[in-house]
């Protein structure tokens, strides 16, 4: 699943920031709302590539004597809610990863590392328009209350 633009090219180097993180969103929104992914396996991949490029990132900022900013480095604080207060739920763990589809999750992975590097969006964009993302599966995993919440679709707000 290769989307392009409305003029049917693919943002390259040369185009802005702003157009790359935009077809990254639209490629992540078509996708989401095509698979109806499950909120547990989007927050799974998400998790990964905001591990990966958030290392990848503070490597680069190390070796040029820099530092990045928390906005970029930490996962962003869930809306009304204390990041350290635990849920009142426990679900087992080792049964919820049993029922996560690999393959859709495969194909999740490889639409975001696709549009990341065919874009060459700079990884400071990507992360940003990761943390964004990942704000908004954390905030609906610390809102799940059952196992079948978090094997619903993630909730993508109209003006996302």
């Known amino acids: 699943m290769s989307e392009k633009r409305s003029d049917g090219s693919i943002p390259r180097p040369e185009d802005n920031s702003a157009e790359k ?19 547990l396996e989007t927050s799974l991949v998400l998790s990964k590539y905001t591990k990966q490029i958030s290392a990848a990132l503070k490597e680069h ?35 919820l990863i049993e029922n996560v589809d690999y393959d859709r999750m ?18 400071g964009d990507s992360l940003m328009q990761l943390r964004q993302w990942e704000h908004l599966a954390r905030n609906q995993l610390a809102s799940a209350r059952s196992p079948g919440q978090l094997f619903s679709p993630i909730e993508i707000p109209d003006d996302w």
């Open 106 to 123: 495969d194909i999740f992975d490889t639409i975001l590392r696709t549009a990341i590097h065919a874009t060459e969006l700079p990884l």
């Open 21 to 39: 993180m935009v077809f990254l969103q639209e490629q992540m929104v078509s996708f989401l709302n095509q698979y109806s992914m499950p909120l």
């Open 61 to 95: 900022a190390h070796q040029k004597g820099e530092i990045v900013p928390p906005i970029l480095s930490q996962p962003w604080p869930l809306i009304g809610r204390d990041s350290e207060s635990s849920s009142d739920f426990d679900f087992e763990m080792d049964t």
